[in-house]
């Protein structure tokens, strides 16, 4: 499976991004997308996390009702809709998959990365 992240930016305060996430490959592998962030100096964050099948969804705390995640099963595309971004929401941003079912937030328990997008929010 290779997951392609695309979409980052520079955009100001509040202002929305969507970012996408390409996959490819054996993505019948694929149960469940994710969504990271880093930030500089930071740990990964886990931010969101989709079924493969778009049914059911899951959010961290921070940005639930900001940021909206979806897959499209006819482009095998994923996507985080990011709305009234803040500058804090600066960092790098990674889609992530894994074999297994259920909503994970740790890194290590997702088995597939695309390489990192880097958003941008200025105040």
């Known amino acids: 499976v290779q997951l392609q992240a695309s979409g980052g930016g520079l955009v100001q305060a509040g202002d929305s991004l969507r970012l996408s996430c390409a996959a490819s490959?054996?993505?019948?592998?694929?149960?469940?997308m994710g969504w990271f962030r880093q930030a500089p100096g930071k740990e990964h964050e886990f931010l969101a996390a989709?079924?493969?099948?778009?049914?059911?969804?899951y959010y961290t705390r921070s940005v639930r009702g900001r940021f909206t995640i979806s897959r499209d099963n006819a482009q095998n595309a994923g996507y985080l809709q990011m709305n009234s971004l803040k500058p804090e929401d600066t960092a790098f941003y990674y889609c992530?998959?894994?074999?297994?079912?259920?909503?994970?937030?740790?890194?290590?328990?997702?088995?597939?990365w695309g390489q990192g997008t880097l958003v941008t929010v200025s105040s």
């Open positions: 992530a998959a894994r074999s297994g079912s259920g909503f994970y937030t740790l890194r290590s328990q997702y088995h597939y």
């Open positions: 490959g054996d993505t019948f592998n694929i149960k469940t």
């Open positions: 989709v079924t493969w099948s778009g049914s059911r969804t």
